[in-house]
C-alpha cells in the first residue's frame, strides 16, 4: 500500500472525493495529494496515480532533494498560501523519458489549522487554460477540508463510530458540491442582485442556518443588501444601515463588520454562540437590526465572514444566523462549526467576491469600450507578435482594415527607415520607460490613402493575469485638425476685424471633406436676428439668399437656442426643427454655436453660429463635429477679442473702467497715487488701451511732466518736463484745455522723443484732466495702428469722462491734504506767533534801542530766522541805512548799506510801495546791490517795510538763501509764513519808534535845561543893565554908560529872540508849519545885522568879528530874511563860541554865478571831520567839548541851520582844518580853523 | 570895606551891580573862571562870594571839571578848606541860571547864604548882597 497506509481506504476516497469536486470547481484537468513524509512527498494514489501529467511509473512521489524551492518553502511554512506557476514538477528527474507540455498548476498547502502543512494539493489546468488567482481561494478551501478529513480520519481510525462518521462526512461532501456548483454555476444572464440574492439563499440552505445576509460597505456604513429566511427573501421597507464602528453600542452588524475588517488579514471570521454571543449582544444596547429580521426571538449563533477581494479590500460581510438542528430549530448552546462551516462560507464569500469584481470590471471595461469606440482617435491594439488584433472605427477611418497585419505597417516609412523599425523604435522607447507607457510620441502614419499622417501616440503594454507581456495598445491622437485649427486660432487671435475673422473661420470650415459651403450667422442683439456673415462656398457665385433670419429659424436657430452642436446625415429627416431650403441641394450638416464663455464669470456670451454644408447625405464624421466646435471657439475668443462683439461688452468694459475708477476716488483715504494708478488701470487693462501716461502740472514751477505710465518706456518717465508756456503737446492741451488726437507727428512734438520712443507707431489722444477749471495734469493714451488704427468719439468721450471723475477724486485729495498741511502749518505759525508775541512784550518794554534790537533779533532766531537786517529810516539825512545785522555776513555790510529814501534802491522802494518784498535772486534783482549780496553771499530775502501808521521806521530784511524750499516752494504756503514776520516787524516798528521818541524825549528833557538856561540868561542880562541902567540915569548920567547899558541890552533882546526862534524849530511839528517867505534882497545886510548883535559878546572875550568886503559884493537873491538870519545867527553865535578868546571870526562871501556862498570862520576847538554829518543831526554837539569852558547850546542850531538852507534849495557843509598858533596860551592844545559853508541858489527854484 | 568876589564868565549878568555896591562900601570883584577865581581866593581878601555855577572849569590839574556844575566843584574845594588862605566858612550867595534841582539842592547842602535864580531882579539880587554886611 507504500507511504501512504495510514490513510484508510474509505477515508482515502472520501479524500478522492473531494479532490474530484474540486477538480471540477477549479476546472482543473487533474489534482493529487502528495503527503509529506520524512524523506519524499508521497502520492495519494501511490504508484497508480495518473493523474498528474507528469505521473510516471512511481506515481507522483517526489524526494526532497527534488522540490522545487518555492514547494520546500511552502512546505517549511515560510510560505503561507497557495499559488500558481508552471509546471514545476517538470524537471523531476522521476519524470524520466516522458515528455511534458507546459502546464498551468496550482500548488496548495494541505493544513487545517497548524502552520505546518502536511502535504500538498497539487491542481493542473488543462492544456488551454490557465489558473486564476481566484482559484488559490477555492483550492485552499478544499486543502482545508481535506486537511479536516485526514485529521477526522486519524481520529476515527479503527473506532465503531467510523461508520456514521463516514456517513456525516458523505454529508458535509455533499455540502461542499452544493458550495462548489454555486462557484461554479455561471449565472450568465442573471443581474448582478440576483446573483447575490441566489447566494444568500443558497448560503443559508449549505449552512442549515435560520436565516443569512449580506452586507455591503458604503462608506463608513454597512448596508443591507439582500437577506434570505427559510420564508424567503426578505423585504425591508427602509435601507439598513449599521455605522462599521469599534463601539458595538452603535450597532452590533456594525462592529462585527469592524472586527472583521481589522483581522480581515487573518481570515477576519466571526463565529460566536451561546453565552458569548449573549454576552455581547448584552454589550450592543441599541436595538440590533437583525434582529428584526430574525423570526426567531433571539440570535444564538452567528457566524460573519469578510467579502474580500484579491488585494484584500473589504466588500462587506456575509451572515449566517442561528445553526439549525435536525428538526430546524436553532441550535441553542452550539454554532456554527469551526472546521466545516467556516471553510463552506468562506468558499461562498469567494463567490460573492468574484461575482461583484466581475460586475466592477465589466463596468469599467464596457466604458472604456465604449470611449475606445466613440473616439475618433484610432486605438489600435497589437499582439505580442506584433500582429493588429483589433481596432477602433477611428483606427479604420484613418488606416483603414488593418487587422491580423503587422503594426509596423500603420507607420509611414520615412527616409532611410521603414515602418518596421518605427515601431521597434516605439517600442524601445516603450521599455525605458519606468512604468511602461509612452505617452505623446509623435510620429507621421501611413494613412489609407498613402498619406503620411502627423500623429501623436501613446503606447503601453498589455500583460496577462500572469504578468507576461501579451502585447501593446496604442492610441493615436491626428494632429492634422489640431496643427490646422492651432494655426488658425492663432491667427485669428492676431485680428482686430470681426469680418475678416469670420472670413477665416469659414475658409478653414470648408476644409472638412465633401462639404459644399460654410457660412456664420451672427446673432444681432439689437434686431434679435441671426444674420448671415462670412460665406465660402464650392458653389461658383452663390450667394446669401437672405440677409438675415429670425433667432429660432431653422437649424442654426435652433442650435443657437439650444446650444447644442448638431450633426445632421440627411436635413430633411430630421423632427426637432423645421429644415428651410435656404440653399440648394443640402443633404447633411454640422451647426456648432460660437460661443464665448468668460473664464472669469462663467457667463457664456452667445454669438453665432458656423454652419457646414454637404450635398451628400452622412458626409460628416463627429470628428468633423469636434473639429468645428473647436474652430467655433477659437472664433469666439477671437471675437471676443477683438473688443467689437458687441456694444454690450463695451458698455460692460466702460462700467468697469468707470468702477474702477470710481472707487478710487471715494472712501476716506484718497490718494492722489492710487486714483493715477486707478485710471492708467481702467485705461489699459479694461479699455485695452495699448498704453497710457499721465502728466501733472507743478503750478509753482509752472512746470509740465510725466509722472506715471503703462506699458511705456521707463526712460520715458524720466524725460524732462515742459514749461507750461512751451509748445510740447502736454502743455498745450493744459493750456487750451482742450483734448487733442494726434495720428503722426505735429510741430508740438519733440522730434527726437518722437522718434526715440517711435511715436509713428502709435495713435494718441492727450486729455486736459480738469477739476473746478484748474488743469491738474493730462492723460496720454492710444493704441499701436498696427492693433487699432484709430481711437472713436465714443472712446474719447469716455476717457474725458473717466478723467473728469479721477479729477474729482484728485481734488479732494489734493483738498485733503491742503487741509492737513494747513492745519499742521497753523499749528507751527500759532506756535511762532506765541513766541513772537511773547517776545513783543518785551520787545516793547524795551527801554533803549539796541534792548529792543537785540529782541528782536532773538526772537527771529528763535523761529528759525538767523539772518537779516533791521535798517532805520533817518529823515533828516532821506536816507534809510543798516543800523543792526543780523549773522555774520550781514555784519560785514552793515556799515555800507546805506541807501537814498528817494533812490532807486530795494529797501527805499519797499519803504514807497509799503508792501514787502521777495526778492528770490538778489544777484538778479535790478534794485539790489550786487556788490553787498555778494559780499554777504545773500541769494534770497524777503524785505518787510516797517511803520506806524503813516511814518516809515525801516525795514526788515530777512536772509532767507537757506530756505530754497520755501522760497520756490508754495506761494500760498510763503506767504503764510511770512505773514507772521510782516505782523511781528510792525510791532517791533512800534517798539522801535518807541524807544527812539522816548530817546527823543529824554534829549529834550536834558536840553530843557540847558534851554531855560539860555532863555535864562539873556533875560537875566537885560534885567541886570536895566538895573544898572536906572542906576546911572539916577546917580551920574554918564554918557557913555548910558550908551554901553543901551547897547548891551539891544543885544541881549537880539539874543532871546534868537532862542524863541530856534525853539520854534525845536518841534518837528512847528518845523513843519513854518512858512518861508521869499523876498529879494541883499544878503550883507543880514549877515552884518547877525554880526553886530555879537559885536559886544565878542569884544568881552576879545574876538574880532569880521566882515569881509566879499559880502559886500554878494548880489541881491531871494530869500526868506528872517529864516537866514536866524541861520546866519546860529553860525555865528557857534563861531563866538567855538572860538578861542582874543581871535578872530570872519564871515566871506562868493558868486560861482549859480551859488552864493558864504563861509564862516572860527579859530578854536575844531570839528573832528567823522562828526561833519552828525553835528547836523541835533542834540549832537561836538563831542569835542572846550574842556575848560561851559559852551551854552541846545544842540540843535546846526540842525535848523541846515534845514532852512535846504528849504531855499541850498546846502550846508563844515572843514575844519589845524592852523598855526597865533597863541600859545596852551601848548597842547591845537587851533583849528573851522569854517561853516553854506550856498545858495542864486535862481530859486519854486517847489512845486 | 566889604570885599566880594565874583564868579561870573558873562560880565554883563553882574557888572551892573557894582557901581551900587562900591556906594554901599563893598569892593567887587571878578573872576571870569574857575583857576582865576581859585587864584583870587587864595589871597584871603574876600568876606563874600557871588557863585555862578555854569561856567568855565578849571584848565589845569588833573582832572577836568564839568562846566555844568563848575561851580559846584568850587564850592565843595571851599568849604573842604581846600584853598589856601580862604576861609571855609566864606559867605556864598550863588547867582545862576541853571533850573538844575540836583545842583541846586548839593549846593545848598554845602552851606550857602542864598541861592538865586536868574533872571532876579535888580533891587532883589541888591538887598541879597547887601545883607552880606
Redesign the interface.
Known amino acids: 500500500m507504500g507511504k501512504a497506509a495510514f490513510i484508510d481506504r474509505r477515508d482515502q476516497h472520501l479524500l478522492e472525493q473531494i479532490i474530484d469536486s474540486a477538480t471540477t470547481i477549479t476546472n482543473a484537468a487533474h489534482a493529487c495529494v502528495l503527503f509529506s513524509n520524512q524523506k519524499q512527498l508521497d502520492c495519494l494514489f501511490g504508484s497508480r496515480c495518473t493523474q498528474c501529467s507528469f505521473g510516471s511509473v512511481n506515481g507522483c512521489s517526489v524526494s526532497f532533494a527534488n522540490i522545487p524551492k518555492k514547494m520546500s518553502q511552502l512546505l517549511d511554512g515560510e510560505i503561507a498560501n497557495g499559488y500558481i506557476t508552471k509546471t514545476d514538477l517538470t524537471s523531476f528527474p522521476e519524470n524520466g523519458s516522458k515528455k511534458l507540455s507546459v502546464r498551468s498548476q496550482m500548488i496548495i498547502p494541505l493544513k487545517n489549522s497548524s502552520k505546518m502543512p502536511q502535504g500538498v494539493l497539487i491542481f493542473e489546468a488543462n492544456k488551454d487554460n490557465t489558473f486564476r488567482q481566484r482559484d488559490i481561494k477555492i483550492a485552499e478551501s478544499v486543502s482545508h477540508l481535506c486537511a479536516i478529513a485526514l485529521q477526522k480520519s486519524k481520529m476515527l481510525a479503527s473506532s465503531e463510530k467510523m461508520l456514521a462518521a463516514s456517513a456525516k462526512m458523505n454529508a458535509k461532501l455533499k455540502l461542499l458540491s452544493d458550495a462548489s456548483n454555486i462557484l461554479l454555476s455561471e449565472l450568465g444572464n442573471k443581474t448582478l442582485s440576483e446573483k447575490l440574492d441566489y447566494v444568500v439563499m443558497k448560503t443559508s440552505e449549505i449552512l442549515d442556518a435560520q436565516l443569512c445576509s449580506l452586507w455591503r460597505v458604503e462608506g463608513e456604513n454597512l448596508s443591507l443588501e439582500t437577506s434570505y429566511s427559510e420564508k424567503g427573501k426578505e423585504t425591508h421597507d427602509k435601507k439598513i444601515l449599521s455605522p462599521i464602528s469599534n463601539k458595538p453600542q452603535l450597532g452590533l452588524t456594525g462592529y462585527i463588520a469592524y472586527e472583521c475588517k481589522k483581522n480581515r488579514h487573518d481570515k477576519g471570521i466571526f463565529n460566536r454562540y451561546g453565552e458569548e454571543l449573549q454576552k455581547l449582544k448584552a454589550i450592543a444596547k441599541v436595538e440590533d437590526p437583525p434582529a428584526r429580521f430574525v423570526p426567531a426571538k433571539d440570535t444564538y449563533s452567528e457566524l460573519a465572514c469578510p467579502i474580500l477581494d484579491q488585494e484584500n479590500k473589504f466588500f462587506g460581510l456575509l451572515f449566517a444566523y442561528n445553526k439549525k438542528d435536525e428538526n430546524g430549530q436553532p441550535l441553542k448552546d452550539c454554532g456554527f462549526l469551526d472546521d466545516f462551516d467556516v471553510p463552506l462560507m468562506k468558499i461562498l464569500t469567494t463567490k460573492i467576491a468574484i461575482s461583484l469584481r466581475n460586475a466592477e470590471q465589466l463596468k469599467k471595461l464596457r466604458r472604456y469600450e465604449l470611449i475606445v469606440e466613440s473616439t475618433p482617435d484610432p486605438v489600435i491594439i497589437s499582439r505580442r507578435d506584433g500582429k493588429i488584433d483589433y481596432m477602433n472605427p477611428g483606427g479604420f477611418a484613418i488606416f483603414g482594415d488593418l487587422l491580423g497585419k503587422q503594426v509596423g505597417d500603420c507607420y509611414y516609412a520615412k527616409e532611410g527607415s521603414t515602418g518596421l523599425e518605427t515601431a521597434k523604435e516605439i517600442k524601445r522607447q516603450l521599455y525605458k520607460t519606468k512604468d511602461q507607457r509612452l505617452k505623446n510620441y509623435e510620429t507621421p502614419f501611413l494613412s489609407k490613402n498613402g498619406e503620411a499622417i502627423p500623429i501623436s501616440v501613446s503606447v503601453c503594454l498589455l500583460h496577462d493575469e500572469h504578468g507576461n507581456e501579451e502585447g501593446t495598445i496604442g492610441i493615436g491622437k491626428d494632429l492634422r485638425n489640431i496643427k490646422g485649427l492651432t494655426d488658425t486660432g492663432q491667427s485669428l487671435l492676431g485680428l482686430h476685424d470681426t469680418d475678416e475673422i469670420l472670413k477665416q473661420i469659414t475658409n478653414v470650415a470648408i476644409g472638412l471633406s465633401d462639404s459644399v459651403r460654410s457660412y456664420i450667422k451672427i446673432y444681432d442683439e439689437k434686431a434679435d436676428t441671426m444674420v448671415f456673415k462670412a460665406l465660402k462656398t464650392k458653389n461658383y457665385g452663390e450667394v446669401f439668399p437672405v440677409k438675415e433670419t429670425p433667432v429660432e429659424y431653422g437649424m442654426t436657430g435652433y442650435v443657437f437656442k439650444t446650444q447644442i452642436p448638431i450633426r445632421s446625415p440627411n436635413v430633411h429627416n430630421e423632427t426637432d426643427y423645421t429644415y428651410y431650403n435656404l440653399f440648394v441641394g443640402v443633404k447633411s450638416k454640422i451647426v456648432v454655436p460660437i460661443t464665448y464663455i468668460d473664464k472669469e464669470s462663467g457667463n457664456k456670451r452667445k454669438l453665432g453660429v458656423i454652419s457646414v454644408d454637404s450635398n451628400s447625405e452622412d458626409a460628416f464624421s463627429t470628428s468633423d463635429q469636434y473639429y468645428l466646435e473647436t474652430l467655433a471657439n477659437y472664433a469666439a475668443i477671437a471675437l471676443e477679442n477683438a473688443n467689437l462683439i458687441s456694444s454690450k461688452n463695451t458698455m460692460i468694459n466702460r462700467l468697469r473702467a468707470f468702477e474702477r475708477v470710481q472707487k478710487s476716488t471715494t472712501g476716506k483715504d484718497l490718494d492722489v497715487e492710487q486714483i493715477y494708478n486707478a485710471l492708467l488701470e481702467a485705461v489699459v487693462d479694461i479699455l485695452g488701451f495699448h498704453y497710457a501716461t499721465i502728466s501733472a502740472v507743478d503750478k509753482n514751477k509752472k512746470l509740465i511732466g510725466t509722472i506715471k505710465g503703462r506699458n511705456v518706456d521707463n526712460a520715458f518717465l524720466a524725460e524732462p518736463w515742459h514749461s507750461l508756456e512751451s509748445k510740447d503737446i502736454q502743455a498745450w492741451v493744459a493750456r487750451h484745455k482742450e483734448h487733442e488726437y494726434l495720428t503722426d507727428w505735429d510741430y508740438r512734438l519733440d522730434r527726437e522723443i518722437f522718434e526715440k520712443y517711435k511715436h509713428h507707431k502709435l495713435v494718441r489722444a492727450i486729455i486736459p484732466i480738469i477739476a473746478r477749471g484748474d488743469v491738474l495734469g493730462t492723460l496720454e493714451t492710444g493704441y499701436q495702428k498696427h492693433e487699432k488704427a484709430e481711437i472713436s468719439k465714443e472712446e474719447i468721450a469716455d476717457l474725458k469722462r473717466l478723467v473728469t471723475l479721477a479729477a474729482v477724486g484728485i481734488e479732494q485729495a489734493n483738498l485733503l491734504t491742503k487741509l492737513k498741511e494747513d492745519i499742521a502749518l497753523r499749528n507751527s505759525l500759532e506756535n511762532q506767533l506765541d513766541a513772537l508775541n511773547e517776545a513783543s512784550i518785551q520787545i516793547l518794554n524795551s527801554t533803549a534801542e539796541r534792548e529792543a534790537i537785540d529782541h528782536i533779533f532773538r526772537s527771529l532766531r528763535s523761529i528759525g530766522y538767523n539772518k537779516g537786517m533791521l535798517s532805520l529810516v533817518d529823515k533828516s539825512n532821506q536816507c534809510i541805512i543798516g543800523m543792526y545785522a543780523l549773522g555774520k555776513n550781514w555784519q560785514k555790510i552793515q556799515t555800507a548799506a546805506r541807501f537814498e529814501l528817494n533812490g532807486n534802491n530795494l529797501l527805499a522802494h519797499v519803504l514807497r510801495s509799503r508792501s514787502p518784498r521777495l526778492s528770490k535772486n538778489c544777484l538778479q534783482d535790478a534794485r539790489w546791490d550786487k556788490k553787498l549780496a555778494r559780499k554777504a553771499t545773500i541769494i534770497s530775502q524777503y524785505i518787510i517795510p516797517m511803520f506806524v501808521k503813516n511814518e516809515p521806521i525801516g525795514t526788515l530784511q530777512i536772509d532767507l538763501s537757506d530756505y530754497p524750499d520755501l522760497v520756490h516752494g508754495d506761494e500760498t504756503l510763503f506767504k503764510r509764513r511770512m505773514k507772521v514776520l510782516e505782523t511781528f516787524a510792525s510791532q517791533s516798528a512800534i517798539a522801535i519808534r518807541n524807544v527812539r521818541s522816548t530817546f527823543t524825549i529824554d534829549r529834550l528833557q536834558t536840553n530843557?535845561?540847558e534851554t531855560?538856561?539860555e532863555f535864562?540868561?539873556p533875560?537875566?542880562?537885560?534885567?541886570?543893565?536895566?538895573?544898572?541902567?536906572?542906576?546911572?540915569l539916577e546917580?551920574?548920567q554918564d554918557e557913555k554908560a548910558i550908551d554901553r547899558?543901551v547897547n548891551?541890552i539891544e543885544e541881549?533882546i537880539y539874543r532871546a529872540k534868537r532862542q524863541v526862534d530856534n525853539s520854534l524849530l525845536l518841534s518837528d511839528r512847528t518845523r513843519e508849519t513854518l512858512e518861508y517867505n521869499f523876498e529879494e534882497g541883499l544878503l550883507q545886510t543880514v549877515i552884518i545885522d547877525c554880526v553886530d548883535a555879537y559885536k559886544?559878546r565878542a569884544l568881552?572875550r576879545g574876538i574880532r568879528l569880521i566882515v569881509r568886503d566879499s559880502v559886500k559884493k554878494l548880489p541881491p537873491i531871494k530869500f526868506d530874511h528872517d529864516k537866514i538870519a536866524q541861520a546866519l545867527t546860529n553860525l555865528i553865535d557857534n563861531a563866538v563860541k567855538y572860538s578861542y578868546d582874543h581871535q578872530y571870526v570872519d564871515v566871506i562871501g562868493f558868486d560861482d554865478g549859480t551859488w552864493i556862498k558864504i563861509e564862516i570862520s572860527d579859530r578854536g576847538l575844531g570839528i573832528p571831520p567823522k562828526e561833519f554829518e552828525t553835528i547836523f543831526k541835533g542834540f549832537k554837539r561836538s563831542e569835542t567839548?572846550?574842556?575848560?569852558?561851559?559852551?551854552?547850546g541846545t544842540g540843535l542850531g546846526l540842525k535848523i541851520c541846515k534845514e532852512i538852507v535846504e528849504q531855499h534849495g541850498g546846502k550846508i557843509g563844515v572843514s575844519s582844518v589845524p592852523v598855526s598858533h597865533t597863541h600859545r596860551r596852551?601848548a597842547h592844545y591845537q587851533d583849528y580853523k573851522t569854517s561853516f559853508k553854506i550856498q545858495l541858489p542864486k535862481h530859486r527854484k519854486e517847489k512845486p | 570895606m566889604t570885599k566880594l568876589l565874583f564868579v561870573e564868565d558873562e560880565p554883563r549878568g553882574v557888572d551892573a551891580y557894582f557901581p551900587v555896591l562900591s556906594r554901599n562900601d563893598f569892593q567887587c570883584d571878578l573872576a571870569k573862571s574857575f583857576d582865576e577865581a581859585v587864584e583870587k581866593l587864595q589871597t584871603g581878601q574876600y568876606d563874600g562870594l557871588s557863585l555862578d555855577i555854569m561856567f568855565m572849569s578849571r584848565r589845569s590839574g588833573q582832572k577836568s571839571g564839568n562846566p555844568q556844575s563848575a561851580g559846584l566843584d568850587l564850592l565843595k574845594l571851599i568849604r573842604r578848606g581846600k584853598i589856601h588862605n580862604c576861609d571855609p566858612m566864606l559867605k556864598v550867595i550863588v547867582l545862576t541860571a541853571s533850573g538844575n534841582n540836583e545842583i541846586k539842592s548839593k549846593v545848598t547842602a554845602l552851606g550857602i547864604h542864598a541861592y538865586l535864580t536868574k533872571p532876579v531882579g535888580y533891587k532883589r539880587v541888591m538887598d541879597t548882597y547887601l545883607a552880606l554886611k
Open positions: 530843557i535845561a531855560a538856561h535864562r540868561s533875560l537875566h542880562n537885560i534885567m541886570t543893565q536895566l538895573g544898572g541902567l536906572k542906576d546911572t546917580y551920574s547899558f548891551v541881549e559886544f568881552e567839548k572846550d574842556k575848560f569852558r561851559y559852551i551854552p596852551v
